[in-house]
């Protein structure tokens, strides 16, 4: 923000000068002994020091609200103080001016805001005359924030670290040589930040959370299993106790050469504290799953309604050497009922292909009217070329 400094211009340049013409936001203060436009010789133009402090509030994801604190020799009576700015995308209408410290009783008699100019005018008056500390505060636009995660998985697969980043790109036109930035996660970061600069600033690591290994399967998704991590947002884990924003999250893993490999990356959603914080990752090679339906009926209600018998079959395949939690997810839409589910172990190939039923831990989640989800424990029988087929038998009710 700029003022006008022709006062200034026929003077020595100090380094103070120097910093006073360089800075985009600025304050001055038009001491008076008289009214509002009826200043004499005797009144100074003097330049507000620079900021003591200032906090930069990032908890809104649409607004961010600057405070600053300045301290300043006031007159005894009227002092009228002009905000000037130039370049700077603030709210002026938003804009606060408070009195923390002062020598006697002050207030704010009355704010101007002239037609067509980037600035506005406070009358203040001051019992005595001495330094005062005043809080500035105000709505600054083009501050862009996100949130960014990072997860390690430990080799054994049973725990790992996650990292959360702030990612702020100032595109207000102000810079902020010291500032205390405030987000949802983490402690404020204390730094500075010029206009047109983007940083990337940590706000918690959590080290050794437990999480639930899952393999995903939605055919209206993908044709491919995903990899879901499930961990739980809560103090028990390590996280901060509160609403984790959403971003997008990169997950790696410890391998034997004692480096990361990537494993893939997703966008989370907003996560409340005590909610499960869900990571969908890519391609799992290790478990495939494919879906056909093999039997499809009419059952006729009363013209035109009828009732549909559909059998989905899923073919799963399990290449680990261990059992793994696979989550199918079937979308029936409207009113539906599952007449059962039988599971088969497949064997052989081509002409000596076999079925026989088996025991399988299938667990049905009814979500809504629109989605089922079969929970399934699947052995590690790909190595040996058989195959788990989930059989689900379901009545799709009163269709046209």
């Known amino acids: 923000m700029k003022t006008n400094t022709s006062a200034f211009t026929k003077n020595k340049t100090t380094g103070m ?18 009214f509002w436009g009826t200043l004499d010789a005797r009144t100074k133009l003097v330049t507000m020091p620079q900021r003591e402090y200032t906090r930069i509030d990032l908890k809104n994801p649409d607004q961010t609200i600057v405070e600053e604190e300045r301290t ?40 101007n805001y ?31 924030r996100t949130t960014a995660y990072e997860a390690v998985v430990a080799k054994n697969e049973k725990t790992l670290t996650l990292q959360a980043h702030t990612m702020v790109q100032n595109g207000s036109g102000e810079n ?12 404020p970061y204390e730094g500075s930040l010029q206009k047109g600069e983007s940083k990337k600033i940590l706000s918690f690591t959590t080290p050794d959370v437990h999480f639930r290994k899952n393999y995903f399967f939605d055919y209206s998704r993908s044709n491919e299993v995903s ?51 869900e990571l969908k990752l890519g391609q ?26 559909q059998t989905v079959k899923y073919q799963i395949e399990n290449f680990k050497d261990a059992p793994v939690a696979l989550t199918l ?29 088996v025991s399988g831990n299938v667990k049905e989640e009814r979500v809504d009217i629109n989605e089922l989800k079969l929970h399934v424990s699947v052995p590690a029988n790909g ?15 009163n269709r046209w």
Do not use: C
């Open 284 to 309: 799992a090679k290790e478990v495939r799953v494919k879906r056909s339906v093999v039997q499809y009926k009419e059952e006729i209600v009363r013209l035109p309604i009828k009732n549909f018998h």
């Open 17 to 34: 000068q120097k910093n006073i013409m360089n800075k985009l936001f600025w304050i001055t203060l038009l001491f008076s002994v008289g």
């Open 383 to 397: 190595r040996e070329k058989k195959k788990m087929n989930v059989y689900v038998k379901l009545v799709l009710k």
């Open 227 to 277: 990899l879901l991590y499930t961990m739980l947002n809560e103090k028990s884990s390590g996280f901060p106790e509160v609403m984790l924003p959403n971003g997008k999250a990169r997950v790696y893993q410890e391998d034997s050469q004692g480096s990361e490999a990537f494993l893939g990356e997703d966008w989370t959603q907003e996560t409340g504290a005590g909610q499960k914080l």
């Open 176 to 187: 902020f040589e010291r500032a205390a930035f405030f987000s949802t996660l983490g402690d």
């Open 72 to 111: 300043v020799n006031l007159q005894k009576g009227i002092n009228h103080i002009e905000y000037a700015f130039s370049g700077v995308s603030v709210d002026i209408n938003s804009v606060q001016f408070r009195a923390i410290k002062t020598p006697g009783q002050t207030r704010v008699l009355n704010v």
């Open 114 to 144: 002239p037609p067509g100019e980037n600035a506005l005018f406070w009358e203040v008056y001051s019992e005595k005359a001495g330094p005062g500390v005043f809080r500035i505060s105000y709505l600054i636009q083009n501050i862009y």
């Open 329 to 357: 997810v079937e979308h029936p839409g409207g009113e539906w009922l599952i007449e059962g589910i039988e599971v088969k172990e497949e064997a052989g190939e081509r002409e000596s292909m076999h079925e026989k039923s």
